[in-house]
């Protein structure tokens, strides 16, 4: 059997130079080229002549080199363009400041374009001006080899500078000719039948030169199959490693200090909190660690249970860590948990932003003693140098900017302390579970009473203003606002809009909106008294200065808040009701979500503006869900379907081994089914050690091997 291991450099035609190239694209081996999917496909068995291409749509074209030359614009901007055409009709294809490309063409040649035709000829009915821009292209040279590229469905891959489309291809049917048989089946008989799935090595061949498109979808399951399966026997092992090995702490859940933080609470905990407080209780009960993730919509209130799970484990004697995102977001939680906490004589430490090194080591030293009960605190928290006494529960709150990496050095600092992981970036049930194998699931879905409605509203950047006075119309009532901005910084590269700059319009636009509530809220506010004040946040702020900030917005000393994505997640300030997003074509789906949590947090009505002009499909995407919705679930999954779920879940972020080709959104069916042929696996070898599930393991092994999976047991 050939070995697919050894270098792509054994390919004929693959140099050292290109090799490099190569690895640019993630390519090593042999194996690798196998396995390097397509990008998309282009079925050149029917072209369509030029005369029946439909403008608006994408379009393979295959056309004659007529005539081309470039021009440039008044403003500078070189225009190369080609007329190309077949017998029935005449195409433009062209391609902007790309003056190199006219060495490319010769006029005779035949071309392959693919891109969006455009008829530009729009007011005119009887000719049409067709174009495409900036197309992809390949040149045929007319030889036996065109049979690689053409009269068959072909495989366009992702390119990286220097390689072209054609080498490429010539390259993997080469490879593919020589090396199939290398492969060898991963999956046992029996998986595969049951599953009619395709042979590995047909399906390998047709990936990348599909006979026809009901083979190509018979390939594509078996590979996806492939790739949800190992998912899920690693997810598995993980899991079952977690219940079988480990042992933790148990928790004794009745107790005097509990009983005392319940009538301290100022309010009553909803249905959904004390659903989710039983969970985490039985779990804390039990030897076996707690891993716990806790979803639920921003304002739901998913820190006062993650606050009571710690009082749990200070009852016991243990300590509680608390870890969040932000420094703000630490320092906001300190307060608010030590204020709440003050007769209970817990004692609360802040690890968190620029202390100085003394101040730094002597809470490191409360921390190391024991002295410390509950520790709030950012990623400083997992740093090196900090040693927990006896940690009994670790909160990570908004899990999506924690890496699995970070959980799992949290978790080594002490005896297999219980994790509650928070997110606010919910996804929907099912596939939470089959994504988070290793967690279990609780959901927080209604919000506490009282809420005010909040009215989302879009408008164009030409109407900014109204906007503005809609904000000073709030703050004149007594409420507060923020106004958010992408960057913190007038920047030569782009005309947008940023936070410091804004700031000083900002306060010379409302230096004469008076107040029209109580007179004492004038006070402190700034200089006019009784005219709104206007402040400045952002992330190159000190520590000190954030927090003085927070603080006076906070006590209501400060009605406007300019400020940047820092407030993002978590900031909890009641009282404000207007959030203004300037530029909210920047920001994420998400993003935009959280900062809208930031309001409505009182029975007032709150208000949400989103100015921009989008230009591309995404943005006008985002801000209609944002228009449409404020359920955070929704929200979630429309954003998957936008990005996507690599980009969505972050594969380093969530230490899942990246996906080739499944999708698990649009695949979810076959990762459903992946997932109970991994549980049925697992069940009978657990340790993979039967020789039909060799592969399995090797697979996995290779898979995995940079990730945190813990799965050298196996090995
Ligand atoms: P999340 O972290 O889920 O975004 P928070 O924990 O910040 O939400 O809660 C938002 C606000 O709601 C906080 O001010 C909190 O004190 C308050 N809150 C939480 N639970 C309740 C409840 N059961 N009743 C009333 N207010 C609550
Ligand atoms: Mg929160």
Redo the contacts with the bound molecule.
Sequence with gaps: MKDLSISARFIKGVGPSRLKLLNRLGIETVEDLLYYMPSRYEDRSKIKPVAEVKPGSFETIKAKVLTFGDRTTKRGMNIFKVAMGDTTGVIHAVWFNQPYMKDKFKIGQELILYGKVENINKLRYSVRGLQINNPEYEILTGTKDDSVHMGRIVPIYRLTENLNQRWLRNILNFTITHYIDGIKDLLPYDIRRRNSLMVLKEAVRNIHFPISEIVFEKAKHRLIFDEFLLLQVGIALKRAKIKIDLKGLTHNIDGRLIDRFKKIL?????DA?SKVIKEIEQDMKNSKPMNRLLQ???????????LYALILTVQNGYQGALMVPTEILAEQHYR?IKDLLKDLSIRVVLLAGDINAQERARRRHMIETGDADIIVGTHALIQQGVNFKRLGLAVI?EQHKFGVMQRAILRSKSMNPDVLI?T?TPIPRTLALTLYGDLDISI?DE????RGEIKTLYFEEVNREKAYLLAGEQARLGRQVYVVYPLIEDSEKSDLRAAKNMYKELTSFFSDTPHLSSPHRGEGKGEGVGSLKVALLHGKMKSKEKEKIMGDFKANKIDILVSTIIIE??V?V?NASCMIIEHAERFGLSQLHQLR?RIG?SHHISYCVLISDPKSEEAKRRLYAMLKTQDGFKIAEEDLEIRGPGEFFGTKQHGLPELKIGNIVRDRELLEIAKSEALELIKKDRFLRRPENRFIREGLMKKFKREELELASIG
Excluded: C, H, W, Y
């Design positions: 100022p309010f009553e905990f909803t909190q639920g919509d921003v304002g739901s209130g998913k820190t006062v249970v993650a608010n709150d928070m606010a927080i919000l506490p009473p009282g997640v978590g909890d009641r949590g947090r």
